[in-house]
Nanobody, 116 residues
Framework: QVQLVESGGGLVQPGGSLRLSCVAS????????MSWYRQGPGKERAVVAV????????SYVNSVKGRFFMSRNSVENAVYLQMNTLKLEDTDAYYC?????????WGQGTQVTVST
């Protein structure tokens, strides 16, 4: 089974950018539908972006369209979330998920804090 490790979170001012990474081991990301989720304190985890297997387009939640961009690198066996023009409301823990059939695998998450 695949193991996922996220990184790249941190503290950034509004309008800034961050690039989250999700590095996989144990299997190839190309074998999975890869997704990014976010979760705030006391809230349910919510999808941000979904990348089906190679050759298909990425879907984004409306609140991040045009600002966040998800990509996949097969050589590095990783997916990324480029987060631009960050807003205060983007503050959350961000999680990477790999899905194949009825199985899903999560990383441990990385915190993104947008603050003045």
């Amino acid at each position: 089974q695949v193991q996922l490790v996220e990184s790249g979170g941190g503290l950034v001012q509004p309008g800034g950018s961050l690039r989250l990474s999700c590095v996989a081991s144990g299997d190839t990301v190309s074998n999975y539908t890869m997704s990014w989720y976010r979760q705030g304190p006391g809230k349910e985890r919510a999808v941000v972006a979904v990348m089906p297997r190679p050759g298909t387009s990425v879907s984004y939640v409306n609140s991040v369209k045009g600002r966040f961009f998800m990509s996949r690198n097969s050589v590095e066996n990783a997916v990324y979330l480029q987060m631009n023009t960050l807003k205060l409301e983007d503050t959350d823990a961000y999680y990477c998920k790999a899905t194949r059939g009825n199985s899903e695998y999560w990383g441990q998450g990385t915190q993104v804090t947008v603050s003045t």
